[in-house]
Structure formats: structure tokens, C-alpha cells
């Protein structure tokens, strides 16, 4: 079983920063991509951040300019750092990997259980 364990959520202020981790472990061969999603209540789940195991990474426009993903290869962790953060940006963030288990075998993903990011005066 691979399992991911987010951290880092919490309450921040407008135009405040924090930032996420998600470490997977598990019987993982490699890792392809990475990345957060995140839902709003009453919203359907969208993706905030991926990078993938080259480091290449593609953001939402909403998170452009503001939001930096990055990963630890050897630690199998990724994170998002959140900054100048807006009420908009409350939501459940949620971490995925897209991972093999052998050499060779099929790609399979999984999901975090999610962390709640609440920016609020």
C-alpha cells in the first residue's frame, strides 16, 4: 500500500503564506508526477500545481505568480509553497502522485486524505 501524508494546512490572514507537504512511502519504484489539487466547498475539485519527476511544473492561473510547487525525489515529498494568499484560495488541498511499483509495471495513482487552507480575517 502507498499512503500520502499532507501537512501544513491551517488559518492565515490575507496576503499571508503557507506551505504544504506531502510525503508518500510505500512500496514505490518510481514517481511521475506530483502535484495538488484543492476543492472549495460547493466547487468541484481543480488542480492548483503538478511538476513532474524532470521538475517541470504547471500551475492554474490562479495559482501563477503567487503558489510554488517543488519536490524531494529522495524523499518521495512534494510541496506547495502559498503566498499573497486570498480568501478565494480556502479550500481542501489535496496531493497526488502518479507512481509505479516495479520496473516496468503499470502507472497508478493515489490521494491524500486532503488539508484544510482557510485565509480569513
Known amino acids: 500500500q502507498v499512503q500520502l501524508v499532507e501537512s501544513g494546512g491551517g488559518l492565515v490572514q490575507p496576503g499571508g503564506s503557507l506551505r504544504l507537504s506531502c510525503a508518500a512511502s510505500?512500496?514505490?519504484?518510481?514517481?511521475?508526477?506530483m502535484g495538488w489539487y484543492r476543492q472549495a466547498p460547493g466547487k468541484e475539485r481543480e488542480l492548483v500545481a503538478a511538476?513532474?519527476?524532470?521538475?517541470?511544473?504547471n500551475y492554474a492561473d490562479s495559482a501563477k505568480g503567487r503558489f510554488t510547487i517543488s519536490r524531494n525525489n529522495a524523499e518521495n515529498t512534494v510541496y506547495l509553497q502559498m503566498n499573497s494568499l486570498k480568501p478565494e484560495d480556502t479550500a481542501v488541498y489535496y496531493c497526488?502522485?502518479?507512481?509505479?511499483?516495479?520496473?516496468?509495471?503499470?502507472?497508478?495513482?493515489?490521494w491524500g486524505k486532503g488539508t484544510l487552507v482557510t485565509v480569513s480575517s
Open positions: 497526488y502522485i502518479n507512481y509505479r511499483r516495479r520496473y516496468g509495471a503499470t502507472v497508478f495513482d493515489t
Open positions: 511538476i513532474s519527476s524532470a521538475g517541470m511544473s
Open positions: 510505500g512500496t514505490i519504484f518510481t514517481i511521475s508526477s
